[in-house]
């Protein structure tokens, strides 16, 4: 199980403090973000993973970031309000990154050495028969989104249109437009993948 999901530390007690801040119940949770109330109890208690989707729609309805969720990071705010550290790490050692397994055949790898709650800058790979969610409903969230495919073909269907994306293909969007990915072939699919949130109040 990857780190972000340890039932301990992992994403259960953040998703769970986060809900109950709100403050709303597993069974309303789940009824915003249109799943069963289960699976919400079920990644509470970490015997399950979500998929893309869901963490976004989570994300998105307790207003918190990806980031936060996954990894701990503080919860979204104005940029200007950001400390500074005396002495950031710059670096992302390839060894050292961290890693999320998530539900459908997709794995996330953080690329940023620290947490950040406004950028997810990560390489994606989706496995053969991999997608972007479980409920196969396109995801629609905050931010704008900026693609590249290293190697592998993608299938990017944003708004009413499908893109077949290749090794050196990219894609940019306003992430509010309905979008899914899908890996239909036999290999994997290598990508670079960057969301950059919306500042708070400007969503």
């Known amino acids: 199980m990857s780190a972000g999901f340890d039932p301990e530390t992992g994403l259960g007690p953040r998703l769970r403090?986060?809900?109950e801040q709100r403050p709303l119940s597993v069974r309303e949770l789940a009824r915003r973000i249109g799943c069963s109330a289960s699976l919400i109890s079920q990644i509470e208690r970490g015997v399950s993973v979500p998929s893309v989707g869901v963490l976004y729609s989570l994300a998105t309805e307790l207003d918190t970031s990806l980031?936060?969720?996954l990894f701990g990071a503080e919860p979204r705010r104005p940029l200007a309000a950001a400390p500074v550290p005396d002495a950031p790490c710059i670096v992302q050692r390839a060894v050292g990154r961290n890693i999320?397994?998530?539900a459908s055949g997709v794995r996330w790898e953080r690329l940023t050495p620290g947490a950040d709650a406004m950028t997810?800058?990560?390489e994606v790979i989706y496995s053969p028969g991999?997608?972007?969610t479980d409920e196969?409903?396109?995801l629609r969230h905050d931010g704008h989104e900026y693609g590249l495919v290293i190697s592998g073909t993608l299938q990017a269907n944003v708004g009413f249109q499908s893109?077949?994306?290749g090794p050196g293909d990219s894609i940019a969007f306003d992430s509010a437009t309905p979008h899914e990915y899908l890996n239909k072939t036999g290999e994997p699919v290598h990508a670079i993948w960057v969301v950059?949130?919306?500042a708070p109040g400007r969503a």
């Open 17 to 19: 403090l986060a809900r």
């Open 196 to 198: 950059v949130h919306s």
């Open 67 to 69: 980031d936060h969720l």
């Open 100 to 102: 999320i397994d998530l």
């Open 136 to 138: 196969r409903r396109p």
């Open 130 to 132: 991999g997608h972007s």
């Open 120 to 122: 997810d800058f990560l």
């Open 163 to 165: 893109y077949e994306l």
